[in-house]
């Protein structure tokens, strides 16, 4: 058999696996709220894998190893950030948004949460939040779908369209049937083969290129400022405000929605720090993985020019076929596939959720279970077709697609988040006029090129966010009835229920 035969079949293996676990989900989930959050039965374990497959999409495996193969390990903030931000998430936010999305009225989405949380009786924090979702998840899907046909050009000569069309519709189908039980099952699946393809090909790499000494000396030829964490132009002052721009996408894991779901689904409060330990370690291993695969990169392509890549972005994908059997090589690229599909899956879920929970019931019709149940599928089809349209465009870089999105949440969110979970007087005029300003700003931010070359505009949104929602909720006080009990009630959940050793 051919090398492409021995990949498709190890392809098509990982497809029949998802869809299968797609299928068990669908027998299991009977309700909306089962499609929507599992009925908060996750284990701490599977929440975390599940939340790491969901946040790390196509960047992880292309884009970050793309960065990094171009620029040098200056690139690596990101990952530093994020692997910061994701243990303060587990540590700070998951067992009080656990608990309090569970006292404010069983709360299943961000945005209801943030109703009930604020007795916005308006709706409009509501509304507006789960647009915020549509707007910003549609350029997430999209570049999911911009990996997978980046995906299938690179490894098997299919048109871009063609590798896009088909990812999306197998995502399509185990999450449309399966809802959040579906994706979280699949992302378990997912991110265990993604630690695995991270470790085995710059571990293999090595053993048959030379020592890692050689690999180094051979990158730095290449670029001598290949390992420098500081590297730069236009003098420190610039390098470090560089620096702070990368490592801030770690601000962005409090306001990610497809991410905190996962908070709000765990058994109880306390598991989050178990959860926690699982998702650090999966974090740190695989963006040493990937850091590691970079760099093997530059040393085995660039002194070569028979060898040279036209996308930095495929570094990961050429070396996995370059070193593995061809069928161990097609489960390598399987790990690409569940990068993007995890993703696309949980993101999803979440817009749907928006569409459905936040959107269809506030019109006040009434609709069985059935009925919300087929919307809710009806939804993530929807989302789906938006994004596939605007993945159309096969230049679309994916780290930038993921970065502008990324900062749209964290920016609009990530404050109101925060604040929500231990600031008594947030109100909802504060928190809505935060949210719009951050949002607004993400938006404008990342579209003006002078802007964004100096600082990432997660930054700005963040903290300009994070300033008008404190300042309005001061300049117009007022806590509504029910919030402080609740939020005493909150707090006395995590004391009787979180449960941290050495805490």
């Not at 599909?341 to 749907?352: D, R």
């Not at 993400?442 to 964004?452: A, D």
Request: glycine content about 10%; hydrophobic content about 55%.
């Amino acid at each position: 058999m051919s090398d492409m035969t021995y990949q498709g079949i190890a392809i098509g293996v990982y497809f029949a696996l998802m869809l299968a676990i797609g299928y068990v989900a669908y027998t299991r989930t009977r309700n909306i709220d089962g499609y929507m959050l599992a009925e908060r039965g996750l284990h701490p374990a599977v929440a975390a894998l599940s939340a790491n497959a969901a946040d790390m999409s196509g960047w992880l495996l292309m884009g970050l190893p793309g960065a990094i193969y171009a620029s040098g390990l200056i690139e690596s903030w990101i990952a530093i950030g994020l692997t910061v931000g994701a243990w303060l998430n587990w540590k700070f936010v998951a067992p009080r948004l656990r608990a309090y999305t569970e006292i404010a009225g069983d709360s299943i989405t961000i945005p209801s949460f943030f109703e009930r949380r604020l007795r916005d009786r308006s709706h409009l924090l509501r509304i507006v939040s789960a647009l915020v979702i549509l707007v910003f998840f549609t350029f997430y899907v999209s570049s999911g779908m911009v990996a997978a046909g980046k995906f299938f050009e690179s490894s098997f000569g299919w048109t871009y369209l063609h590798g896009a069309m088909l990812v999306a519709a197998i995502t399509l189908v185990y999450t449309l049937f399966g809802g959040f039980l579906g994706a979280t099952l699949t992302d378990v699946a997912q991110g265990l083969l993604m630690f695995a393809a991270l470790v085995a090909v710059p571990i293999v790499a090595v053993i048959k290129i030379g020592s890692p000494g050689d690999i180094a000396a051979q990158a730095r030829e290449v670029n001598p400022d290949v390992f420098n964490l500081f590297a730069g132009d236009g003098g420190a002052g610039l390098v470090l405000l560089g620096i702070i721009s990368t490592a801030a996408w770690g601000l962005g894991y409090f306001g990610q929605p497809h991410i905190i779901v996962r908070f709000m689904a765990l058994r109880t409060p306390a598991d989050a720090h178990y959860g926690r330990i699982v998702s650090t370690t999966w974090m740190i291993i695989t963006a040493l993985g990937t850091i590691l695969t970079a760099l093997v990169g530059v040393a085995y392509f660039a002194n070569d020019p028979a060898k040279e890549i036209h996308d930095p972005e495929t570094v990961f994908l050429l070396l996995s076929q370059i070193f593995f059997h061809p069928l161990v090589a097609g489960f390598v690229l399987a790990a690409v596939l569940a990068a993007v599909m995890s993703t696309m899956s949980s993101q999803l879920i979440v817009c749907s959720s928006a569409l459905v929970e936040d959107l269809v019931n506030l019109t006040g019709r009434k609709a069985s279970a059935a009925a919300l149940l087929m919307y809710g599928r009806l939804a993530v089809l929807a989302v789906a077709l938006v994004g596939f349209v605007l993945a159309l465009d096969p230049n679309s870089a994916i780290l930038e697609l993921v970065a502008f999105a990324w900062a749209g949440f964290g920016g609009a969110f990530g404050p109101i988040v925060l604040l929500s979970l231990y600031w008594r007087k947030l109100t909802a005029t504060g928190a809505l006029t935060g949210m719009i300003v951050g949002a607004v700003t993400v938006f404008v931010w990342g579209n003006v090129e002078v802007l964004t070359s100096h600082m990432y505009e997660i930054v700005p949104g963040f903290i300009i966010n994070l300033v008008v929602a404190m300042v309005v909720s001061k300049l117009w006080p007022g806590t509504a009835e029910g919030v402080d009990e609740e939020f005493g009630r909150m707090e006395s959940e995590l004391t009787r229920r979180t449960t941290e050793p050495g805490a």
